[in-house]
């Protein structure tokens, strides 16, 4: 639980941000955002260094990007919808990274 040293400026900032919450119908992409996955080696696509082998298939991790910097992201937004798959055969659960990168660290 946190309490403010001032509650009753931290209602009112409250009600001003929702204002221009409300005001704002499209805000601007900072960061480039997406997630770290791995998908099957292509060779016109990736480099032959980074693949591996993962039960028997050449895989290779990824940035999956969902919302280019600088992009106009509407305040109804919705990320795209994408399909995912496990690594392994044998897997039961997946879990993704997400990341946020600015435009300097992508290749």
Known sequence: LIRPEKPDVAIVMGAVRAQLAEAMSVRC????????????YDEKKHEKSKSRLVDGKEKV???DLFVPQGSEIPNNFETPKKNY???REAQTEVSFK????DCESLP
Do not use: D, K, S, V
């Open 29 to 40: 992409a900072q960061f480039n955002y997406g997630i770290i996955t791995n998908t099957n």
């Open 61 to 63: 991790e990824i940035y």
């Open 85 to 87: 798959f496990p690594l």
């Open 98 to 101: 997400l990341a946020i990168i």
